[in-house]
């Protein structure tokens, strides 16, 4: 898009990757807590693409959605990587989920049900579904966390900031892989519609839950049980 002299139509461009940028952020929200705004997130985007739009050479024979994607993402990141957003206590009952989960599946030969995994934590149903609401699901493949430390570092340096914690190249090791796969063919059925839904297909919380019919939240608490299932799992790997 360009302009009646020849240059390039920012205020068009930037129109016309505005849903882009939503996209992104709606689809970071399910790894965030409910702390986050989207909006927030949406605001920072906007930045990474204007600057996306400065940095851009075609000659870099990149597709411009591909370097904005890249510059969106880094510069929400960046953000959430100054306001370290989860907090001491989330971390902890993120791990106390998982824990317990271990605990049941080790104790009953299967994933345990909502209602197994909130009485071994010793909390009612409904108190175990707000806290999945509130520390959320990490992202999947990020693993490293699993062989280090939790208290001198970050959540997003442990989970994002690491560059040898690309997902792809932590997906290059075959065992991981195969570990992986098993473990997520082992989650309850409708917990698998999630995580496909959501990592092959691209879908975001809300979408999910249109094609669902439930709320946008309980979406949410289905996708972080899910993580702390598989994260449960491969910390055995």
Same mark, same amino acid.
């Given at each position: 898009m360009y302009t009646a002299k020849g240059q390039l139509d920012r205020n068009a461009l930037i #129109?016309?990757?505005q849903p882009l940028v939503r996209r992104l952020? *709606? *689809?970071?929200m399910a790894k965030l807590p409910a702390s986050v705004e989207v909006d927030d997130l949406i605001q920072v985007g906007l930045i990474g693409l204007s600057d996306a739009l400065t940095r851009y050479?075609?000659?870099? @024979?990149? &597709?411009?959605?591909?370097?904005?994607?890249?510059? +969106?993402? @880094?510069?929400?990141?960046?953000?959430?990587?100054?306001?370290?957003?989860?907090?001491?206590?989330?971390? #902890?009952?993120?791990?106390? +989920?998982e824990v317990a989960m271990r605990r049941l599946e080790h104790r009953l030969g299967r994933s345990p049900a909502e209602s197994e995994i909130a009485a071994e934590?010793?909390?009612?149903l409904v108190d175990y579904q707000s806290l999945l609401g509130k520390?959320?699901?990490?992202?999947?493949?990020?693993?490293e966390d699993?062989?280090?430390?939790?208290d001198d570092d970050t959540f997003l340096d442990r989970h994002v900031a690491d560059s040898s914690a690309d997902p792809l190249n932590m997906l290059r090791?075959?065992?991981?892989? &195969?570990?992986?796969?098993?473990?997520?063919?082992?989650?309850?059925?409708?917990? &698998?519609?999630i995580?496909?839904?959501?990592?092959?297909?691209?879908?975001?919380? #809300?979408?999910?839950?249109?094609?669902?019919?439930?709320?946008?939240?309980? +979406?949410?608490?289905? *996708?972080? &049980?899910?993580?702390?299932?598989?994260?449960?799992?491969?910390?055995? *790997?």
């Open positions: #129109k016309q990757y952020a *709606h *689809h970071m050479e075609a000659s870099q @024979g990149v &597709q411009f959605e591909t370097f904005a994607t890249q510059r +969106i993402r @880094g510069a929400m990141l960046d953000e959430l990587r100054e306001n370290d957003w989860m907090s001491r206590g989330s971390r #902890k009952s993120q791990k106390d +989920i934590l010793g909390i009612s520390v959320r699901g990490t992202q999947l493949v990020y693993l699993m062989s280090r430390g939790e090791d075959q065992r991981l892989r &195969q570990s992986l796969v098993t473990a997520i063919k082992g989650l309850p059925e409708r917990e &698998q519609y995580m496909s839904m959501y990592y092959e297909q691209d879908m975001n919380l #809300k979408e999910i839950a249109a094609v669902l019919d439930v709320t946008e939240s309980r +979406i949410c608490q289905l *996708h972080s &049980q899910s993580i702390a299932r598989l994260r449960a799992k491969m910390r055995s *790997h």
